[in-house]
Protein backbone atom coordinates (compact mmCIF):
# COMPACT_ATOMS: atom_id res chain seq x y z
CA UNK A 1 0.00 0.00 0.00
CA UNK A 2 1.51 3.56 -1.03
CA UNK A 3 -0.10 6.46 0.40
CA UNK A 4 0.22 9.93 -1.27
CA UNK A 5 -0.04 13.47 0.06
CA UNK A 6 -0.20 16.41 -2.16
CA UNK A 7 0.91 19.74 -1.04
CA UNK A 8 1.36 23.13 -2.76
CA UNK A 9 -1.59 24.39 -4.56
CA UNK A 10 -3.67 27.48 -3.68
CA UNK A 11 -4.66 30.72 -6.01
CA UNK A 12 -2.02 32.57 -8.12
CA UNK A 13 -2.46 35.58 -10.45
CA UNK A 14 -2.04 34.74 -13.90
CA UNK A 15 1.81 34.58 -15.29
CA UNK A 16 3.20 33.26 -11.46
CA UNK A 17 4.77 30.37 -10.34
CA UNK A 18 3.32 27.50 -7.67
CA UNK A 19 5.08 24.33 -7.03
CA UNK A 20 3.22 21.32 -5.57
CA UNK A 21 4.64 18.21 -3.47
CA UNK A 22 3.71 14.94 -3.26
CA UNK A 23 5.50 12.91 -0.46
CA UNK A 24 4.90 8.58 -0.95
CA UNK A 25 5.02 6.58 2.12
CA UNK A 26 7.28 4.19 0.59
CA UNK A 27 9.28 4.55 -3.07
CA UNK A 28 9.34 0.48 -2.71
CA UNK A 29 8.51 -0.63 -6.60
CA UNK A 30 7.29 2.48 -7.85
CA UNK A 31 8.07 3.09 -11.60
CA UNK A 32 6.37 5.93 -12.29
CA UNK A 33 5.08 8.51 -10.47
CA UNK A 34 2.61 11.84 -12.19
CA UNK A 35 0.84 14.77 -11.91
CA UNK A 36 -2.59 14.53 -13.47
CA UNK A 37 -5.43 17.57 -13.18
CA UNK A 38 -9.34 17.60 -13.74
CA UNK A 39 -10.99 20.53 -14.60
CA UNK A 40 -14.57 21.26 -13.89
CA UNK A 41 -16.80 19.07 -16.38
CA UNK A 42 -13.40 17.95 -18.11
CA UNK A 43 -11.75 14.63 -17.95
CA UNK A 44 -8.60 13.83 -15.44
CA UNK A 45 -5.57 14.60 -17.72
CA UNK A 46 -1.62 13.34 -17.74
CA UNK A 47 0.11 16.86 -17.16
CA UNK A 48 3.29 15.29 -16.44
CA UNK A 49 5.32 12.35 -15.31
CA UNK A 50 8.55 10.83 -14.52
CA UNK A 51 10.07 7.34 -14.30
CA UNK A 52 12.47 5.74 -12.44
CA UNK A 53 15.34 6.22 -14.81
CA UNK A 54 14.64 10.01 -14.62
CA UNK A 55 12.37 10.48 -18.01
CA UNK A 56 9.69 12.76 -17.95
CA UNK A 57 7.21 13.39 -20.41
CA UNK A 58 4.16 16.01 -20.35
CA UNK A 59 1.55 17.84 -21.50
CA UNK A 60 2.40 19.64 -24.74
CA UNK A 61 0.21 22.67 -23.08
CA UNK A 62 2.69 22.87 -20.35
CA UNK A 63 6.35 21.79 -21.63
CA UNK A 64 8.22 24.98 -21.59
CA UNK A 65 6.37 26.12 -18.08
CA UNK A 66 6.27 23.11 -15.83
CA UNK A 67 8.99 20.60 -14.57
CA UNK A 68 8.62 17.13 -12.85
CA UNK A 69 11.56 16.33 -10.75
CA UNK A 70 11.69 13.45 -7.99
CA UNK A 71 13.94 12.81 -4.83
CA UNK A 72 14.24 8.69 -4.29
CA UNK A 73 16.24 9.59 -1.23
CA UNK A 74 13.29 12.28 0.17
CA UNK A 75 10.09 10.06 -1.40
CA UNK A 76 9.11 12.61 -2.75
CA UNK A 77 8.26 14.24 -6.25
CA UNK A 78 7.40 18.09 -7.14
CA UNK A 79 6.05 19.78 -9.85
CA UNK A 80 7.17 23.17 -10.82
CA UNK A 81 4.62 25.32 -12.34
CA UNK A 82 5.48 28.46 -14.22
CA UNK A 83 3.80 31.42 -16.02
CA UNK A 84 0.85 29.93 -14.80
CA UNK A 85 -2.60 30.04 -16.92
CA UNK A 86 -6.10 30.52 -16.29
CA UNK A 87 -6.74 27.30 -18.38
CA UNK A 88 -4.32 25.69 -16.08
CA UNK A 89 -6.79 25.79 -13.16
CA UNK A 90 -8.12 22.42 -12.20
CA UNK A 91 -7.68 19.97 -9.00
CA UNK A 92 -3.93 18.42 -9.46
CA UNK A 93 -3.49 14.85 -7.91
CA UNK A 94 -0.13 13.09 -7.80
CA UNK A 95 -0.14 9.17 -8.66
CA UNK A 96 1.91 6.28 -8.32
CA UNK A 97 2.54 3.27 -10.72
CA UNK A 98 4.08 0.35 -8.35
CA UNK A 99 5.28 -2.69 -9.80
CA UNK A 100 6.22 -5.54 -7.73
CA UNK A 101 6.79 -8.94 -9.24
CA UNK A 102 4.88 -8.21 -12.28
CA UNK A 103 1.96 -7.13 -10.35
CA UNK A 104 1.02 -3.43 -11.18
CA UNK A 105 -0.97 -1.25 -9.33
CA UNK A 106 -1.56 2.54 -9.02
CA UNK A 107 -2.21 4.72 -6.07
CA UNK A 108 -3.64 8.22 -5.64
CA UNK A 109 -3.29 11.38 -3.89
CA UNK A 110 -6.25 13.06 -2.54
CA UNK A 111 -5.73 16.31 -4.58
CA UNK A 112 -5.27 19.77 -4.38
CA UNK A 113 -6.66 22.57 -5.87
CA UNK A 114 -4.80 25.20 -7.96
CA UNK A 115 -6.74 28.28 -9.04
CA UNK A 116 -5.34 30.58 -11.72
CA UNK A 117 -6.62 34.25 -11.99
CA UNK A 118 -7.05 36.87 -14.47
Known amino acids: QVQLVESGGGLVQAGGSLRLSCAASTFFGINTMGWYRQAPGKQRELVAAIRSGTSTNYLDSVKGRFTISRDNAKNTVALQMNSLKPEDTAVYYC?????????????WGQGTQVTVSN
Open 95 to 107: SALQVVLGSRKEY
